[in-house]
Each structure stands twice: as C-alpha cells, then as structure tokens.
C-alpha cells in the first residue's frame, strides 16, 4: 500500500509539520504550547526518519525514532516539572516574562 | 703517574661539594669546614708535586707530547666535539704547582683570618671553588674547557668579592668586577668561534697543530680579540678598572685571586697561545704596548694612594702590565717567569697586609699606622723580604723575573717600551717602600686604643707568611740569567712548549716586533756588557725609588705635604687616578643606563607592555559589546538557533 506512494509526500507533510511547529515555537508564549510544538517538531522528524527507515529498507532510522521518542518522553517528565515550579514561584509561564538569564 | 693529573682538580671540587652541601646543611663546626677545605688543596698540591715530577723524568724534547689525559666526552654535537680533557706539558704544571702551592698557604692563612666571621663555611666552600676552577683553567686541553675555568674563576671572584655582601661596597664592587670581566669574556668567545670556524678543533694540539694553515689576518684578528678577554681578566687597560674595587673582598681573597692566581690567567692564555701569537706580528706589538703602558698607568695611580690594599691593587695591575709586555715582545717563558715570582710576593704582600689589618683592629689607611714594626716582627720582616723582591733588588725573586723581562724587551728592539718599564720599576720601588715606611716606622698615628690592642698574628697565619717570604728570596733561583753564570733551568724547563716556533715565526714579517728568542744567538755574543748595564741601571733606578722614598717619608716626613700643595692639579689627578672612573661612569655606564632606561620605558613599557594591556582592553569592550545579545528572552535564542541551522542547510546544499 505504501509502496504506491511516493516518498516526497511523505517529507512534505514532516516538513510542513516541522515547520509549523517551529512557527509555534518562535511565535507562541505559553510554555506548554511552546512545549508542545517542540513535541510536533519530534514529531516530524520521527516522521521523516520512518520514511527513510522504510525506503532504504534500513533499520538504522526506526532505531533512532525510538531514542526520540525515548528523549521526548524524558523531557516532557522534566519540562513540565519546571513549568510546575515556575509557576508557584513567578504566577505566570510566560516565556517573555521569564528573562531573569541575561546580562 | 701523569695519568693522575686528573685528581689535582678534584679534590678542591670534592672539598667545595662538601663543605657547600654538607657544611651547610649540618651547620658543621668551622673547624672541621677549613680543616677540610686546607687538606683538598693539600692532596692537590701533593699531587701536582707528584705529576711535576713524573714530567720531570720524561726527556725534555717529549715534555711538550705528554698525551692528554681525557677523561670523557663532553658536547658531541656535528662537527664539535669537546672533552674533558687534562693537559700536563711543562707550562700548565708549572702554573698547576703555583695555583695549588700559594693556594694551600693563602687557605692555611684564612683559617686564623677568617676566624671570626660567621661564614665561613660559605667563605672556604667558594674558596674551594675557585681554586677548582682555576686549577680547571690551566690543565684544560681544549679552548672550551678553558673558557668553563675562565668564566668558574670569575663567578667566584665576584662571590667572594662580595662576601661580605650586606654591605653596599662589596656588592657594587662585585658587580662591577663581573661586567667588567664580561666585557672581556665576549673577546674570548669570538675568538673561540673565530678558531672553530677556520680549524674545526677547539683542541689545544688541533689547533695549533693546524694555526700554520691560517692566514694572518684571521690570526691577528683571533689572537687580538683573545688579548680583549685577557685585559679583563688580568686588568690590563681598559679595562682595568675592576681590580682595585675588588679589594672590598677578604684579605685572602684578593692575594689569592687578585693578586696570585685568577689575573695572572690571561698571561698564562697569551703563553698557551704563543703560536698563534707568534704568527701576528701586530697583536704581539699591541700587547706589548698595552702592556708596558698599563705597567706605567697603573704604577703612577699607586704613586699616591693611602689605603695599603688598593696601593698593591695598583701594585698588581703594574705588574700585570709586566707580564703582558714579556709576553708581547716574545720572552714568553720570562712572562711566566715573573707571573712566577709575582703569586709569591704579591700573595705575600697581600698577606702581610691581612696580617697589618689583623693587628690595627682592621684599619686600612696607613696614614693611621707607623711606628710598628718592633710590634709585629715577622709580618714586617717577612712583608719587607716582598717589597724588596717586588722592587728588584738583586737577590731576591722579582730581580730575577722583571730583570729578564726588561732585557728581552730591550734586546727585541724596544728601546721605548723598555724605558717605559724601567720608569715603571722606579715607580715600583718608590711606592712599595712608601708604603713599607709609612706603614710600619714613624710615629704611631694610631688612636690610643688601637695602640693597645696591636699584636702578632697567630701561626696560622705567620707560618704561610714565612714559607712565601722563603719563597720570594729563594722563587729566583730556578731562572739566574746566563750572564750571571746561571743556567736559567725555568727558562729550559719551559722550552718545550714556548721555546722558539721558527716555522711559526716565519710569518714575522711586520718588523715592529722581532720575537726575542729569534735574536738571543746574536745577542749571546756582543750583547753581554749591554745586558750587565741594563741589569745595573734597572738596579739604580730601584734604589733612587727607594732613596727618594726614604728621603720623602723618613728624612723629611713634610715634603710630601709640601710637593702636593706646590703641584696641587697634578695631585688631584692622580690621586684621583686620572678620573679614568669617572669618564667610564660618563662614557660608559650612564649611557648604557639611559640605554636601558630607555627600552624599558619606551619598549618594554610601552611596547610590550601596553600591546598585552590593548588585547585585554580590546576583550573587555567586545565583551560589553556582544553580551548584550544575551537577552535572557528564550525565543530570541531559539530563532537564533533556526537561522544558524538554515544558514548551515544551505551552506550544506550549496
């Protein structure tokens, strides 16, 4: 079934993804959203892996989809953990808000 | 036993290692430190006796190709290669037997004059030292190996020169007498390059095995620029003026080195050298003139000082100024001769002068003395012996020695040089019996206390004082001219190694100096009477000298008072030593200064230092600059991040 298709729609739906979620990512202010956009960009990179992983009849793509996977997984635990905490602290999880880390 | 030269170097060594290191960590009472430091310098002179006469039994003629004794090879680097290497040939023995001979006494004479003083474990470790390093210095079979003696023996110089170095004179003397040396030293290494250049050997016999083969140019450039390290060594001027400033050191330190040994080793490298020096014609004639003119020079300065140790300082250079001037006109064997005889009464002198300080509470200024030599006989007796050896009295060594050197010069054609010498001898004779009058009759100008307290030295001290005053009596013997019905044995001793080089001497063609052993066959047969009447007008001038002093400071002790206000700016001058000091301080020293001064201000500071400050001011300001980037807004950074991965991506699939 898959054969039929081509791998091009498959990169342009990961790139479409990708895109979209660093767009969120740049745009957005809310630390969960921007989280989740990063989980999108994960996403679509998984995609892209998957595809090649299947197209060059290799394993070596799945493999890595599922350290990703793995990573995301670690950090959604520890992002959200932080978001927790900064909220107590500073009543807000808006990134712009949250500039204590400069000159 | 020849093959045992080795050992005569190094038991001073060992004694210096153990009284430096040892000594000085335990702290170990002083008795043991110069018992040790008397016997490594007793073993050494032992053994030169023993090496001496082991040579003696070699026939003359093989004397001079007694093998080198090596010990090991020292820089192998392409074509160099140096060893440590011994060589015995007649020359360096004899200087080996009068390096450890006067050495031992002068060591001996420092345990009763050093007595008190708190370091005397440093004073006997350095003492050690030097004589290890001269001793390095005249057995060396190599340029190198020379030059380590060379630069050894001025280190220590400058050590003991400011021993006492809490004090400021004996710091800034000992600075002075290391750069002044210096100046020097950057002759001899040329020189060394300069022979390694043209022969590939630095090797005493590579050398001048292959000299032949140099040009004369070349030669006389070598053998001018040795002659540069040999006036700072052995304060020839100009660069003399280190010696008198070195008597800041310990008594025994400037008769052992200031006066016997370390100045005397320019001398015995001229000596070393005399092939090459036979082979320029002109050096030869520059060193006569320096030497004859330093002989004068430096006699005059002596003529008004009142400090006992700078009037033998002068006393010595003079004699110096001898030595050279043989050794210029071609009697090398008579330089040596007179270097000889010189270490015993100057080194006596010295001593003597130790002994007079020793009694007067440590007084130096003989305008403070007088009046007592029925006090401390045998250093007046013993220190009268020297003077009359120094002053040419027939008889005694340095008639026999300076005798010989003022007929050479005369018989090799220098008419002018030789009534410089004679002059000097005058000169010589005058200030030494000044002294010897001021000093010890009169009236006593000594405070009243120190009047009480004077007294005779121990033995220790007046033992090495009478086997030196032995010595300058008897020290002439070995060379009785042969117009005297003597056979002059130093003279045949030495021969083999400075005996005439007529292939060498076949370069002569510069007609100023005609090599005295070249004409002593000519001059045996019709210049006999000539000789006998130089030997008698160098005798009366002595006299007059002696007369004029006794007149001037025993008749009529006023006069001299008088003469010095009636020739007031002639005083001054010379007493003031020609201001020669003060013109180098303006010449030389101030502008090296500002030299310095200079490129530490404007380079170092400006340049260097203020390149490095720029790079940090730079950093700094950039830092100011750039860190504000670090915005602390999340999203900037993660822009940042995409652009930075799209530039990447593009330039990848470019």
Redesign the interface.
């Known amino acids: 079934m898959f054969s039929s298709v081509p791998p091009i729609y498959f990169l342009i739906v990961s790139a479409v993804i990708f895109a979209i979620g ?1 767009m969120g ?3 957005r202010r809310n630390a969960i959203v ?1 989280f989740m956009c990063i989980e999108m960009m994960l996403s679509a990179v998984n995609l892209t892996l998957i595809t090649a992983s299947h197209y060059l009849n290799s394993l070596d793509g799945v493999l890595m989809v599922f350290f990703v996977m793995t990573v995301a997984a670690a950090e959604a635990a520890v992002g959200l953990a932080i978001f927790v905490l900064l909220f107590r602290g500073r009543r807000t999880i808006k ?2 808000e ?6 | 036993m020849i093959e045992l030269v080795w050992l005569i170097p190094l038991f001073p060594a060992i004694g210096f290692l153990f009284n430096g290191l040892i000594g000085r960590w335990f702290n170990l009472d002083k008795r043991i430190v110069s018992w040790v430091a008397c016997a490594a310098l007793g073993l050494s002179f032992l053994f030169s006796i023993l090496v001496f006469f082991a040579l003696l039994k070699i026939a003359p003629e093989a004397r001079d190709a007694v093998p080198d004794k090596v010990l090991f090879d020292w820089i192998v680097s392409g074509d160099l290669k140096t060893v440590i290497g011994y060589k015995v040939d007649p020359l360096s023995i004899i200087m080996a037997l009068v390096v450890s001979g006067v050495s031992f006494f002068i060591h001996i004479y420092s345990v009763g004059y050093m007595h008190d003083d708190p370091g005397v474990t440093r004073y006997f470790a350095f003492l050690n030292l030097f004589v290890f390093m001269m001793l390095t210095l005249v057995l060396a079979n190599n340029f190198l190996l020379m030059f380590v003696g060379w630069e050894g023996v001025g280190l220590c110089s400058y050590l003991l020169i400011g021993f006492w170095f809490d004090r400021d004179a004996p710091a800034n003397a000992g600075k002075k007498a290391f750069v002044v040396n210096r100046v020097g030293d950057f002759g001899f290494l040329l020189a060394m390059f300069l022979i390694f250049a043209h022969l590939g050997t630095l090797e005493f016999n590579g050398v001048f095995a292959g000299a032949h083969s140099l040009d004369v140019v070349t030669v006389t450039l070598i053998t001018l620029l040795l002659f540069v390290g040999a006036t700072g060594k052995s304060a020839q001027i100009p660069l003399y003026v280190w010696l008198p400033d070195a008597m800041e050191g310990p008594t025994p330190v400037s008769s052992l080195i200031h006066a016997a040994t370390m100045v005397t080793s320019g001398v015995y490298m001229i000596a070393r050298c005399n092939i090459l020096y036979s082979m320029a014609p002109v050096s030869m004639a520059v060193v006569a003139i320096f030497g004859a003119a330093t002989a004068i020079f430096a006699a005059s300065m002596g003529l008004l000082q009142f400090d006992i140790k700078r009037v033998l300082a002068y006393s010595t250079i003079s004699q110096l100024g001898y030595m050279f001037l043989a050794v210029g006109v071609g009697a090398f064997s008579a330089g040596i001769f007179h270097l000889m005889t010189h270490a015993f009464f100057k080194g006596l002198l010295f001593l003597g002068a130790g002994s007079v300080m020793h009694a007067m509470s440590g007084e130096l200024d003989m305008r403070k003395m007088g009046g007592i030599w029925k006090r401390i006989p045998i250093t007046f007796w013993t220190f009268l012996l020297a003077t009359l050896a120094i002053a040419g009295i027939p008889g005694f060594a340095g008639f026999f020695s300076k005798d010989e050197i003022l007929w050479q010069t005369f018989n090799s054609g220098h008419r002018y040089l030789w009534l410089i010498g004679a002059a000097a001898a005058g000169m010589t004779a005058f200030y030494m019996f000044r002294l010897v009058f001021v000093t010890f009759f009169g009236r006593c100008r000594a405070s009243e206390e120190v009047q009480h307290h004077i007294h005779e030295s121990p033995p220790v001290m007046t033992v090495p004082l009478i086997v030196l005053a032995c010595l300058s009596v008897i020290g002439g013997y070995v060379g009785i001219p042969h117009i005297l019905g003597g056979r002059n044995i130093f003279h045949e001793f030495l021969q083999p190694v400075l005996g005439g080089h007529p292939e060498a001497t076949g370069h002569a063609t510069f007609s100023l100096v005609k090599p005295a052993f070249a004409s002593e066959g000519a001059a045996m047969g019709n210049g006999i009477n000539m000789e006998l009447l130089l030997m008698g007008a160098s005798v009366a001038i002595a006299l007059i000298g002696i007369g004029i002093a006794f007149y001037l400071y025993i008749r009529k002790p006023e006069v001299p008072k008088r003469l010095g206000e009636r020739f007031k700016t002639l005083y001054t001058i010379v007493f003031n030593k020609y201001y020669v000091d003060e013109i180098y301080d303006a010449c030389f020293v101030k502008s090296t200064k500002r030299l310095g001064t200079f490129f530490w201000r404007e380079f170092d500071d400006g340049v260097i230092d203020r390149s490095v400050n720029m790079v940090a001011k730079l950093m700094l300001w950039l830092g100011g600059v750039l ?2 980037i ?6 900037g950074y ?2 940042g991040i ?1 652009l930075g991965a799209v530039v990447i991506i593009i330039f990848l699939m470019r």
């Open positions: 660093a990512v740049l745009v921007i990134v712009d949250i500039n204590l880390l400069k000159w | 860190r504000r670090q915005t602390g807004r999340v999203q993660a822009l995409i």
